[in-house]
């Protein structure tokens, strides 16, 4: 079979994602891309630049495999002379219409924040199968459609959420989780290292993340930083104070130079205290896991899903009191030095070469859906 993939932003794990399912499927992968910014352009314009490098080859697919971050609805009209037939299935990395947005995004001010969400819902309809990343996100985004659509004055099109559901499954975010085994662990010693592995942003609570470890130091606990994680122009005032306020913690401080170094500030680290307020799958949260780093997580979002229900209680938090307790718990009784085997295991399944035939599976049955 022949697959056509659009990834419109082109970066990060939506990259290595499009790349991993391309490099592992037994079908024949092609991807139409674009670089990876100006995010509300890409949803805007994508499906434009896209369309026409599609329409400038002549490879015909036998199905269509888009991203949340096309406008698949106007793709699709684009290029109805050629894929009026082919089945159409749209990969959720992540939503506009639960995704929190920045407190400092103009849009937000000036009321103009619907669009964004208008175009996954219409390249909902427009698809033949939907697949989320998580269970969470396909909840999520089911239970918000109702919400959101009866925010419109009339022809409200409630009865097209039945037919969205209908159509949506979860497909779990593939990994190359074992393309790491190279790189020997390392012993995980005294002081514990406490790790930062994400963005750079507000939805990933970085201000509640040093509150407290704040107070942990406050209490006069011994631990070190590893802050790591994609920066921004424009990040979190928290992260200068923090990084001022720690100097004598943090023994690493910002992206790593390669893939090779940032396993290895994994492998290094001992507990992952995870604050985000946002995550439709959590794939640095997996990473760090799979490496052996003891998971602190919220019990909310795409977390629950990746700890086996009979350790939720030790794993998952319910407030920042609580992952308070939990951590100071773990700077004065450290249990956790054995069960790195464990958090392996727990996430090993999200690798590509157990998802892969999975993806496959899938694609061949919405083509034969179609």
């Known amino acids: 079979m022949i697959i056509h993939l659009f990834a419109p932003f082109f970066s990060g794990s ?44 002549s ?16 793709f699709l009209s684009l290029t109805r002379s050629r894929t009026a037939k082919l089945p159409v299935a749209v990969y959720f990395h992540e939503n506009q219409l639960t995704y929190p947005w920045s407190p400092t995004d103009e849009d937000v ?21 939907l697949l989320f990343n998580s269970h969470y996100h396909q909840q999520s985004f089911l239970a918000a459609l ?7 004055p009339d022809y409200k099109g409630l009865d097209t959420v039945k037919r969205i559901a209908n159509k949506s499954q979860v497909l779990y975010l593939g990994m190359d989780l074992l393309r790491s085994k190279e790189i020997i662990p390392q012993d995980r010693k ?42 921004f122009a424009k990040a979190p005032a928290i992260f200068s104070k923090a990084r001022e306020a720690f100097n004598k913690e943090i023994i690493h401080w910002g992206f790593a130079k390669d893939k090779q170094e940032y396993i ?13 307020n946002q995550d439709f799958f959590g794939g640095s949260i997996v990473e760090a896991m799979y490496h052996g780093v003891y998971p602190l997580l919220p019990n909310r979002l795409a977390y629950p899903e990746h700890i086996p229900k009979e350790f939720h209680t030790t794993h998952l938090y319910e407030t920042e009191e609580d992952l308070l307790i939990k951590l100071r718990q773990l700077l004065l009784l450290p249990t956790h030095s054995s069960q790195h085997d464990s ?11 157990q998802l892969a035939p ?10 034969n859906q179609g």
Not at 146 to 152: S, V
Not at 202 to 212: C, E, S
Not at 343 to 353: I, N, P, T
Request: with cysteine.
């Open 343 to 353: 958090f392996r295991s727990w996430v090993a399944h999200y690798d590509w070469q």
């Open 146 to 152: 109702p919400e959101y659509l009866n925010a419109f």
């Open 59 to 74: 490879e015909q697919p036998d199905l269509l495999l888009t991203t949340d971050m096309l406008d698949t609805a106007t």
């Open 358 to 367: 999975v993806y496959d599976q899938k694609m061949e049955s919405v083509l």
């Open 190 to 231: 005294s002081p514990p290292l406490l790790l930062w592995n994400h963005r750079w942003e507000y939805d990933k609570n970085p201000d509640a993340f040093f509150r407290v470890c704040e107070q942990l130091k406050r209490e006069g606990h011994s631990f070190k930083l590893v802050i790591l994680g994609e920066q």
């Open 14 to 57: 939506h990259q290595r994602w499009a790349e991993g399912y391309a490099r592992h499927s037994q079908h024949t992968i092609r991807l139409f891309t674009l670089p990876g910014r100006h995010w509300k352009w890409r949803m805007h314009g994508a499906a434009v630049q896209l369309a026409q490098d599609f329409l400038a080859q």
């Open 264 to 276: 290895g500030w994994l492998q290094k680290s001992t507990i992952l205290p995870v604050t985000s």
């Open 109 to 129: 001010h000036q009321q103009r924040d619907r669009h964004y969400g208008w175009l996954n819902y219409t390249s909902a309809l427009a698809a033949d199968a």
